[in-house]
């Protein structure tokens, strides 16, 4: 029965962070800060700085440019949609090695430390993602892969002070070193 307890408790987490994840998706910043991003002291003044605007893919549908405009965070939505259907998929598997019966002990403490991983990271994404947003910008969104670190920011110009300080806040916010985050902007 205790599996059973604890497959309820799971997917009721799961359950509460996908419709807080939606609710912070729908309920973005409605302005902008107008803060201008204050000079960082950085320790480590190896770090280079390369910025880059990420082009939207080219539409070859006339509706869907006379609907460019409606809506610019639509990509943003489209990466978190993604990274949360590929979340939701490998949840499913862990809970299958975890509700079956024929696993091995061993399978089954990987599998809950997998579970405990992929929440943590996602609980790190969302408030990362959101303490981004409450510095100004109007979307982010925070891709963490193994060993790298993504953040992608709705923005018309990211100068490399403000993305000194993206990459500062991913650092303590991530403890993962500077050399292994990436910053880029969409308008």
């Known amino acids: ?32 800060a107008e803060k201008i991003a204050k ?13 880059k605007a990420l082009d939207q893919p080219a539409s070859t549908n006339k509706e869907k440019e006379d609907l ?13 949609l993604q990274r949360n259907t590929l979340r939701g998929k490998m949840t499913e598997e862990y809970m299958k090695v975890l509700s079956n019966p024929n696993s091995s002990k061993q399978a089954i403490k990987e599998a809950e430390a997998k579970l405990n991983q992929l929440s943590q990271v996602d609980k ?3 408030v990362l993602e959101e ?15 193994d060993e ?7 923005c018309d110009n990211l100068t490399k002070a403000q993305a ?6 991913v650092k303590q916010q ?6 292994q985050i990436s910053v880029a902007y969409v308008k």
């Open 1 to 32: 029965m205790q599996v059973n307890k604890q497959t309820v408790w799971l997917v009721t987490m799961l359950t509460l962070m996908v419709v807080l994840s939606a609710y912070y998706i729908a309920t973005g910043p409605v302005e902008p």
């Open 39 to 51: 000079d960082l002291d950085m320790k480590n003044n190896q770090i280079q700085v390369d910025i």
């Open 68 to 80: 460019k405009g409606k809506s610019e965070s639509d990509y943003f939505v489209a990466y978190q």
């Open 124 to 126: 790190q994404e969302n």
């Open 131 to 145: 303490l981004i947003r409450k510095k100004g910008y109007r979307d982010a969104v925070v891709i963490t892969n």
């Open 148 to 154: 790298h670190i993504d953040v992608i920011v709705q």
């Open 164 to 169: 000194v300080e993206l990459i500062s806040l």
């Open 174 to 179: 991530m403890n993962m070193a500077a050399n």
